[in-house]
């Protein structure tokens, strides 16, 4: 079995095809001068696409991610349909379709906070993007996706999986923390498994968005007298969320605040942001960032293995 990646997730997909024991390939991918993107699977890659089954690892972010992987999927239908007719006549130019065996693994879903129509007219984009790449793959496999449920129903397969226990495993290593906290109400679930791995207090705070720089929280006592505190959320983008989390722990006796999440968007100056307000930063490497020390890839592989066994293709 064979794991590819274009130019936006090849540490997770290199990640996962070591979890698997698989190899690992890239497809080209360029830009044209007025930025539209051009990809091109390699003629040495071709053969085994064709032999067995592939899972192709790909953002949905940023808006280029989306195009790349629709490309790329686009792709690997026309070379495990047989349809390689080119202009140059290179190789074969048309061979047996070979059937399913293309699975989707998303480190990243880009969108996914768009999963709600909140006015009439506006596009649930969540979910528009989930259905363009259904009709392109057998399977999908989403990483620490923010609101699982606008996946739901899609025409193939979805395996939710999560860094969570990778995630506990290095707090639990690193920082040691005495308790652990959920942001807001979203990132409970996630958070409380953290909270179970490593067998440490946990509670939650309640957020009200007032743009996307301005967070509050409604004011709650938290027992963190003296203790040491990990933060908990599936994504940190402006760190906004973080900073206020984490002023309410030191006001109420923090000795230590450390911010973990699954996806480092760390946008706008974030990170410098972040370092004045906690003593550290851990994300896993499913965006690039300069945070990125949880691996991601074995979640991948169970998320991969639950679909093979969904698709009864062991
Ligand atoms: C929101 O519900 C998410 O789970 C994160 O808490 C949020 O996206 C973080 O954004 P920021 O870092 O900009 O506060």
Redesign the pocket.
Known sequence: MVVVSGSNARPMAEQLAGELGWSHHSIETRRFPDTEGYIRIPDELIDSIREEPVVLVSNTFPDSGIIETLLMLEAINDVRKGNLANLREIGPQELADVGPGILLAIPYFGYS?QDKRFRPGEAVSARAIANLLASRCDGIIVFDL?APKVLEGLSVPVAFTSAMPELAKHLQKSVNPDFILS??K??IERASQVANEIQCQFSYLE?T?ID??T?VHKAKDLDVEGKVVAIV????????????AADALRSQGATEVHAA?SHG???GG?VARLIRYVDGVHATSSLKNPQDVIPGGPALARGVNELFEILKWK
């Not at 959320?233 to 206020?244: K, L, N, S, Y």
């Open positions: 906070r923010h942001p807001d979203g990132a957020k968005r996307a720089h967070i959320d599936d994504m940190i983008a402006t760190g906004g969320t973080i900073c206020r999440c968007l760390f946008t974030a």
